[in-house]
């Protein structure tokens, strides 16, 4: 017998914006995407919301770069997964280049954290259009699983 592969989300919302139903959303989009990612290993994640501000300063600490930024990831040393670190606040700016909602930028984010702890790079910029593109797919894959709860 297969035995089940595990995935715990835990959503941290420091912004205290974010409906319950969107973060139970955020967390089987990313166990969905580890699930599509990875073959065999148990993922814990946390998945943290957070303003300009505090991702700027985890910025500028680890990359020495003191401007904000989207998302971070920082994966664990001891098991898979790690943490997701999303600014809410560069997110909601940033949807509009794609004329969708909020909730669909932090999906977009999300499986963008989730590719990250699992390997992928987006270094060049042909390695940042296949994350893109695999993203999208994820997403597409995700918004069309008739399994997925609603």
Known sequence: MVEKRTCEVEV???????EAQLAAE??????FAFQRETSSEDWTVSLVLTSDDHLARLHDEYMGNPEPTDIMTFPDDEQPGGDIVISVEQAERQRHEDAWPLAQELRFLALHGVLHLTGWDDATEELRAAMLDRQRALLAEYQNDPLRSR
Do not use: K, N
Request: charged share 25%; hydrophobic share 40%; with cysteine.
């Open 26 to 31: 955020l967390t089987e989009l990313c166990c």
């Open 12 to 18: 941290v919302d420091l912004t205290e914006s974010m």
